[in-house]
């Protein structure tokens, strides 16, 4: 993906309302900052979106893949496609209106080009992302326990070292395996949480006080939010609020 590719830079966040689907004020600001971040800072690398609904999230991601980085999506899209019973009931429940046109017609409309997209289970992203490349991957795929726990394994592979990963709905009250796969990852491999939204976990297997002190100094001149620091499991992390 080159960057006459991305949307350009009138692209604002509020543009996103425009798209169906769960992406809060919140989210919106941490995915700009802490990718803008990345592009300033470091670690470079390429993007990466588990589950992609109709493409609210994907649309910002994309905005944010420099020159040189690839953005890459995976979704089933459908039911049909789904790796055993259980994931394809959720696809019918929670999904049922979810195809690969209507996320493509959504990015088109704020992007030239599509990234990459992998129609299939998220267990096989391994085989179309190369280990190390990533800086920042986004899981937002299956609910179900077993699955969280290997896209989770999957992104530890496929981040760089100071990678940042973000995991969609960790303590929603209709998805506990998440939350299960989740801290299970904090508490058995390394993974540091960074902050905290009302919906997602930020977190990172490198490098989490220097990331986490410069978001903490950042929110404090933010009109709208504001972050608190708490301890938890020996942990220094955000929670981040609209005020």
Known sequence: MTAQDTAPPLLTLDRLD?????????????FDWLLTHQRDHGPRGDLL?????????????????????R?????????GEAPDDSTATEMRVYYPTLTR??????????????????????????????????????????????????????????????????????RSPHTPGVAAATWEAVLTTGLKPVVLTESKLYGTWGSADGLRDALAAHLTTHPTL??????????????????
Do not use: M
Not at 25 to 30: G, S
Not at 50 to 64: D, F, M, N, P
């Open 226 to 243: 504001w972050g608190v620091t708490e301890e938890v499991a020996g942990h220094t992390l955000l929670r981040v609020h609209s005020r």
């Open 101 to 170: 046109q209507v996320f493509e017609a959504n990015y088109l409309r704020f992007h030239r080009r599509l990234p990459v997209v992998v129609q299939g289970s998220s267990s096989e992203i391994a085989r179309h992302v190369p280990a190390r490349s990533c800086r920042f991957v986004h899981i937002d795929a299956s609910h179900l326990y077993h699955h969280v726990r290997g896209d989770i394994a999957a992104a530890r592979e496929l981040l760089t070292e100071d990678g940042v990963v973000s995991l969609d709905d960790f």
């Open 18 to 30: 425009e798209v169906e689907g769960w992406f809060f004020a919140a989210d919106r600001f941490l």
């Open 71 to 79: 953005f890459t999506v995976c979704d089933l899209f459908d039911a």
């Open 49 to 69: 979106e588990l589950g992609v609904y109709k493409g609210k999230s994907a649309i910002l991601l994309g905005h944010h893949a420099d020159e040189g980085e």
